[in-house]
């Protein structure tokens, strides 16, 4: 089937499960003034982030194809892109952390296509263009950071997620939305910012997503590198905004060196940050990356992970100590007198993988209704299941055509007919089948022969447990779209006035020739009828002093009047200043 999105060698290896938060570039939707904000915000950044930021930014610029003058097309940069092995695609606002950090394991960037109005040139509470394209991609062209990042995704991918997560993202997302568009109420804001508030509030404790969800925030977003006295700034989140990259170099933002404990910090996507971590080099992060993955139910498996993925809601997979996969929705699990898992359920459909490939004949069709599985020793044998041969099996009955009765240590037995049974490669068996079959944990029925056929996984433990699907061709429907989408600005007849004034002034610079009278019909209309538009005002005084037409002198005094207005007033004086 064709994608609706263009394919390249770094995104063609997307599962298709990802393919549905991708969007089209609305680049046709950007005003005159959207580009404008970009080459002001672009043009500010290159000059105080020279300074500031980590050495690979200003390079990385150059490298993946990111321009000061124009907001970038995603098929421009993407031809940049792989030549560092990277790829851009173009997404609606904030997506689910799993399937956002999922594009990131297979190299991919997700780029939010909105850009930031101007009245939140400094800082968005949304992610938008500049934060995704002029933020993150100039940093990933440096090599070790670049593979801290897929890393980062790989690990994040499978981080299990509690069921307050979605509704926390869902939350945030809406709250972003409202923040950005300018025709929002001050009472549809006002109730979002209560929610996220509340459910900050009743999260309760963390989960796995939340923490390294942090630990992004606190590295790729908002991360600073260097010293603790002297750091220089790469996440994305600093780099993309000229208010924070300002403010968080002041005392009055503490700096903590970066550590593991940084998961349990949580932050606020809508406000400056009051804190930030410093990292005293690439190579630390993923120290701490590793750190961090040693704790999770990823690397631990047992009777917690399964707990997790239980509690979690979502689909999930547990693997066995012979390698075989279980993936599905977590409803139940049974817990032995020393604390580990006896017997465990899934509801729903359920795929059975090895080695993340799903096994023949054992996919969401077959096992529709749900799956279950024994974990654990036999009862009175020393001799695991799985690590006996073919002539052990045989001895203790577990062979083909034989009536069998299996009694393990926890108290889950297990009585039928032996049908086969399913190896892996190097001759592990992973499964035996059989029929007329009846499972019991005390006086609780677990499956009876009237269910059908009893495939019984064979593990002695469990060592992993992780969200999502082992084989990711297993489930079609992976991830949700969110139905909040990103509001389209309804412009006035006013703005868009005002927009086309932008546009004649941008063909004006980059025009051969301009005169001083084109520069001056500009700027009365300006006067007239756009009387709080600074940014424009400020494009003129360019064209303008680069001519030394006599114009400039009126635009400048122009400019000194509007400074009376606070909220831009420094915005004016920096422009003012990068032009002198």
Known sequence: MESHFELNEITKKLPKHLHKFVVKQPYNEYTAQNQAVWRYVMRMNVDYLGKVAHASYLKGLEQTGVSVENIPYMAGMNRILKDI???AVSVDGFIPPNAFMEFQAYNVLVIASDMRTINHIEYTPAPDIIHEAAGHAPIIANPEYSEYLRRFGEIGSKAISSSKDYEMYEAIRLLSILKENPNSTEKEINEAQEKVEWL??????????????????????????????????????????????????????????????????????????PQLFVTPNFAHLSMVLNEFANTMALRTGGLKGVQKLIDSNNL????????IQVSGIFTNVI???????????????????????????????YHAEGFGCPVGKLKGINLHIEDMSPRDLKAYGIYEGEDLMLEFESGVVVKGKVITGTRD?????????????TVTYKEQVLFQPAWGIYDMAIGKEVVSAYSGSADV????????????????????????????????????RNAAEVSEKEISVVFTKLKNDFKEDWLLSLELYELAFKQNFKVKTELKEYLTSLKSNKSYRTLIENGLHLLS
């Open 335 to 365: 817990e032995d007198a020393k604390g580990k898992v006896a017997y465990m359920q899934t509801t729903g459909p359920t795929a059975l993988a090895n080695r993340d490939k799903e096994l023949i004949g054992h996919g969401i069709t």
């Open 200 to 273: 900050q509030d009743n999260m309760g404790e963390l989960s796995e997503m939340a923490q390294i969800r942090n630990l992004h925030w606190w590295t790729v977003e908002y991360g600073l590198i260097g010293e603790l006295d002297d750091p220089k700034i790469y996440g994305a989140g600093l780099l993309s905004s000229i208010g924070e990259s300002m403010w968080c170099m002041k005392e009055e933002v503490k700096k903590v060196a970066y550590s593991v404990d940084a998961a349990n910090m949580s932050f606020d996507i809508t406000k400056p940050q």
């Open 425 to 437: 490669l190097r001759g592990k068996i992973l499964i035996v089948s059989l029929k007329n079959c």
């Open 473 to 508: 061709a297993s489930f079609e429907n992976l991830g949700k779209v969110s139905e909040t989408k990103t509001h389209k600005i309804a412009y006035t007849s006013s703005q868009k006035e005002l927009y086309r004034l932008y546009d004649e002034v941008r063909k004006m």
């Open 85 to 87: 092995g990277w790829a």
């Open 316 to 323: 999930g997979t547990i693997e066995l100590s012979t390698g």
